[in-house]
């Protein structure tokens, strides 16, 4: 039987494993929730500035049954905090979130900060990578990053920051130049402190959002280049899209990254139908985690994997009030892949 880091590197890899993995890999795509809170004694918003607390709170996802990675952070908004967005931290029941912009327009990008990757909140993360990987366990570390459309529209006003992806192109292009190399420099940082997996959520980069056009000349066209950075850095990597894709298929085609992930509007079914080959990550209902019932669950999770899904996950995370008896339901119905060998 394969370790939980073998199996994911596996089919990652695009190739076979013993089963499917399941996981839930952090930052958009949070694991964390009351329940889970309560029963290790270890509390959100402290754990967003703690190194240990981080550790400790996604070591505990793995030891109660959850999912089988390490992911950090917990939040989204740690790059545009470093890059001057003013954030709130949240609380226990809502993650943290952008307060106040930095630039007004697309063509102020000059004086945003660059990201410190041993600084602030960013510096916690590499800390809480260290101290899961000093563990030197068999479960993969899955470090995060925000996609840079996602970034840059937390770093001035999404409306007017996609009306002058149009009507100021060059220096449109200029911020999500400065912005990926931003990333980019927080990733190999958090591969250097010991992430295994980068996986990269831009939910403001749909096809719906940008069009076709658009999602090619500003999210494929970035998230390569940080895909690409975290490969030569030695990590594999994870892209995750809001949305539908009917529209954008060819496009997300391009992507890159060794696996793909989608929201639960996106037909397992069609994606596979669409996309060939490639290694897709997904996507049972958030919803269904937090209202439904752990029977609901494994039918989904079951229904995911018939689909076509390569690596079984929560379709954008779980709501905070989600029971952990429906998330345990996940792993348990991909375990049965085991017992049904």
């Known amino acids: 039987m394969l370790t939980p880091k073998e199996r994911l590197k596996t089919v990652l890899s695009g190739e076979r494993a013993d089963r499917t993995p399941c996981i839930c890999p952090g930052g958009m795509m949070n694991m964390i929730t009351e329940e889970l809170m ?18 400790g709170l996604a070591r505990a996802v793995y030891d109660q049954g959850c999912f089988e990675n390490y992911g950090v952070p917990f939040c989204m908004t740690i790059e545009a905090e470093e890059m001057g967005a003013q954030v709130d931290l949240g609380s226990s029941i809502y993650e943290p979130h952008v307060t106040g912009y930095v630039i007004d327009t697309v063509s102020g990008w000059e004086r945003l900060p660059q990201i410190r990757p041993e600084h602030g909140r960013a510096g916690v993360v590499l800390e809480a990578i260290r101290i899961l990987k000093q563990e030197g366990t068999d479960v993969p570390i899955v470090g995060n990053l925000t996609g840079p459309v996602s970034t840059a529209s937390s770093l001035m006003e999404p ?43 831009d939910p403001s980069a749909t096809g719906e959002i940008l069009g076709p056009k658009f999602f090619e000349e500003f999210t494929v066209r970035y998230v390569n280049q940080i895909v690409d950075a975290m490969k030569e850095a030695g990590a594999q990597t994870i892209v995750h899209i809001c949305g539908h894709m009917n529209p954008v298929y060819r496009e997300v085609d391009e992507i890159h990254s060794d696996a793909l992930s989608f929201d639960s509007v996106v037909p397992m079914k069609e994606a596979r139908a669409s996309l060939g080959e490639r290694t897709l990550m997904g996507n049972v209902s958030t919803y269904t985690l937090e209202f439904g019932d752990p029977e609901k669950v494994e039918t989904l999770t079951e229904n995911c994997i018939k689909n076509g899904s390569d690596i079984i996950a929560p379709a954008c995370g779980l709501g905070m009030r ?13 375990r049965k892949e085991e017992d049904d060998a």
Not at 160 to 169: D, G
Not at 175 to 200: H, M, P, S, W
């Open 38 to 55: 309560k029963t290790v004694q270890i509390y959100l918003p402290q754990a967003h500035t703690d190194p240990k607390m981080m550790a």
């Open 159 to 201: 409306v007017v920051f996609y009306k002058e992806l149009r009507k100021k192109n060059a220096d449109a292009h200029a911020f999500l130049q400065f912005v990926t190399d931003q990333l980019i420099r927080f990733g190999k940082a958090q591969i250097e402190a010991g992430a295994d997996v980068i996986a990269l959520s």
């Open 322 to 334: 989600s029971p952990l008896a429906n998330i345990r339901a996940v792993l348990q119905a991909v």
